[in-house]
């Protein structure tokens, strides 16, 4: 029985991809900063912990329970919306924090374990924003996109010790709770109001999307099958960008 340890588990994406492996009898380790056990069925092969990704205590308590990984998916992040001149460093701190060191974090907190056992996979969940840059999103672009080229370098470190890492973009998901988390940080000045509003209303229109299970089928195979491809594109409108 393999085991899959994902980040942010309480919501969205990464609810969505817990509740998939366990349905195929993983042994699955959700994470989420306040473990909810009505988010996920009663299962022997579940556990829950609690883990946030900025808070180094936090992530040596969580891999040290829960033993050995054979994947692990770094799906944690946080949204931002705003224009860079109106933007506080300390949040554009906070988003890279989560969004960016957090996923290198969490990479090498596993890769002791996945070195020496020379098996694993990482599988770092980013954004199509990297492959279509957006206004109003210049601060979260850039802490996916950091992790777009960090992935890329890192599959080549660990190809040597049979270790895979995979990129899996997903594009706009309104079914998810993402944009609603997005909102609590906006940050648009007066002088940017009407861009902000021809932006909102291009997003209102728009009709390829991302759901869910577009993102879970694309970490399973990224977790199953060798002959995955570094990137993979989840979502109607991310695979419009690269077909």
């Known amino acids: 029985m393999k085991t899959i340890l994902i980040t942010g588990c309480s919501s969205g994406f990464g609810l969505d991809i817990a509740r998939h492996f366990l349905a195929r ?16 069925p009663s299962s022997g092969h579940l556990r829950l912990l609690a883990l946030d990704v900025t808070d180094a205590g936090s992530i040596r308590q969580a891999i040290a329970e829960a ?11 946080i949204g931002m919306l705003g224009a860079v001149e109106g ?3 300390d949040l554009a701190r906070q988003v890279f924090e989560t969004n960016t060191l957090g996923t290198i974090a969490m990479t090498q907190a596993v890769l002791p374990q996945m070195r020496e056992r020379r098996d694993g996979v990482i599988i770092n969940v980013t954004s199509s924003v990297t492959l279509k840059p957006l206004p109003l999103l210049a601060i979260y672009t850039g802490s996916k996109a950091a992790v777009n080229a960090y992935t890329e370098s890192l599959a080549l470190e660990l190809a040597a010790f049979d270790i ?3 990129l899996v973009l997903p594009g706009r998901a309104p079914s ?25 209303a291009d997003w209102s229109q728009q009709t390829a999307v991302t759901l869910p299970q577009d993102v879970v089928t694309a970490v399973w195979r990224a977790a199953t099958d060798a002959a995955t ?14 077909s």
Not at 229 to 242: K, Q, S, Y
């Open 67 to 77: 033993g050995p990984i054979d994947v692990l998916v770094n799906n944690a992040g």
């Open 25 to 40: 009898e993983w042994r699955v380790i959700a994470t989420m900063r306040t473990p909810d056990a009505s988010l996920l």
């Open 87 to 89: 933007t506080p460093l």
């Open 176 to 200: 998810t709770r993402f944009g609603a988390n997005a909102q609590q940080r906006i940050r648009i000045p007066q002088a940017y109001a009407a861009l902000a509003e021809k932006v909102f």
């Open 164 to 166: 895979r890492a995979h």
């Open 229 to 242: 491809p570094l990137r993979l594109a989840a979502g109607a409108d991310t695979e419009a960008l690269t």
